[in-house]
């Protein structure tokens, strides 16, 4: 007797896991290369000002919402904007390292695929950071917004970008916490299948609402972050999908149709097996 058996594994989850030790060195290299290459771009302030009045002007002229309508929004209460300033400076890498790890433990193939997007985004950022540096709307004058940050806490950056040693705030566009949230959400809805997974897009969303409130990003920082995600999800593609599990027996075999029809096994469409018509009559 043939006893049932799991099905196999098929698509991402059959492809083996990259070495875990290689695997860790390379996540740590790019995040070192990230952080070295936005050291890189520091100073620059009269540019990154001249690019916030450009960037600011061209929201105004392409009728963009004011981001001093989210602030307002976020500085109702103390606890709000408290809360808003604690997720834009404790969840970006938290949840981008999550989001790595599961697919490294749960989804092989679309583990590889992710990190090489992320890889890619991350790269053509710090080049549109080094040849575009951009004061952020908090340190910009003419936007009337507040630095939640300094003034409600917590902030992730020094209170003058001069003395800042730990990061670039003139590293505005595109908003790297917008472009890997965004490949978050789009990350888990290809590698799962519940009808429930479109709710990640909440996450890039709420960064979205995060990013602007605080002033630290303008509507266009996101919008060209989504637009470099787009180029790069167009080259790097996923892996494919597996067939639907209807579609296979106990260890991944097809499934013969009852009815003994074109796909049944030695069979004639519309004729039974020939053992079929010998045990009819018994």
Request: charged content about 15%.
């Amino acid at each position: 007797m043939e006893l049932p058996t799991e099905p196999a594994q098929k698509g991402s989850a059959a492809i083996p896991r990259p070495p875990l030790v290689r695997e860790v060195l390379l996540v740590a290299g790019l995040f070192l290369v990230y952080k070295l290459g936005r050291q890189l771009a520091t100073g620059h302030t009269a540019e990154a000002f001249d690019n916030a009045h450009r960037v600011w002007d061209l929201e105004r002229f392409l009728h963009l919402p004011g981001e001093g309508s989210v602030q307002t929004a976020v500085l109702h209460g103390d606890t709000l904007v408290h809360v808003v300033n604690t997720y834009y400076a404790t969840v970006h890498f938290p949840a981008t390292a999550a989001f790595l790890i599961w697919l490294y433990l749960r989804r092989p193939g679309h583990y590889v695929w992710a990190r090489r997007v992320l890889a890619a985004v991350t790269a053509a950022a710090l080049v549109v950071h080094l040849t575009f540096p951009l004061a952020p709307p908090r340190m910009l004058a003419a936007t009337g917004l507040v630095d939640t940050g300094q003034v409600y806490g917590p902030t992730v950056y020094g209170a003058s970008p001069a003395t800042d040693s730990l990061s670039n705030q003139f590293a505005a566009m595109p908003s790297l916490h917008f472009g890997w949230a965004l490949m978050i959400a789009i990350g888990l809805i290809a590698a799962t299948r519940s009808r429930w997974r479109w709710l990640w897009l909440l996450h890039p969303l709420l960064t979205l609402l995060v990013i602007v409130g605080t002033a630290n990003h303008y509507w266009l920082d996101a919008v060209v972050a989504a637009a470099l995600l787009g180029i790069v999800l167009a080259v790097v593609r996923p892996p494919r999908k597996a067939p639907a599990a209807e579609d296979t027996g106990g260890a991944g075999r097809p499934v013969p149709h009852a009815s003994g029809g074109q796909d049944a096994p030695g069979g004639v469409q519309g004729v039974p097996d020939a053992p079929a018509l010998v045990g009819a009559r018994r």
